[in-house]
């Protein structure tokens, strides 16, 4: 579990992804978030962070669709 810091392609990006555990995906996630959060860096974050975010929080959400967390605990911040 790494977050790269290059442009990927989005396939590669998602087969990656898709083989990680939740808990994997959640550090990932939350890595992901940190690194493209503008308020956390020295000038605007690598585009390829916000990428691998969007791509994490889609697959949370593909293994957690939303009628199946209804009594569930709500979406983690990824």
């Keep these: ?13 998602r087969e990656r992804i898709r083989k990680m555990s939740d808990l994997e995906l959640r550090k990932y996630g ?5 690194l ?3 308020k956390k860096n020295f000038g605007p974050p690598n585009p390829s962070f916000q990428i691998q975010l969007d791509e ?8 957690h669709p939303v009628g199946a967390r209804a009594h569930k605990a709500r979406l983690p911040n990824l």
């Design 56 to 63: 994490a929080r889609a697959e949370w959400r593909r293994r």
């Design 36 to 38: 493209a959060d503008p």
């Design 1 to 13: 579990m790494s977050i790269q810091t290059n442009a990927e392609d989005i396939a590669q990006i």
């Design 30 to 34: 939350r890595a992901a978030r940190d």
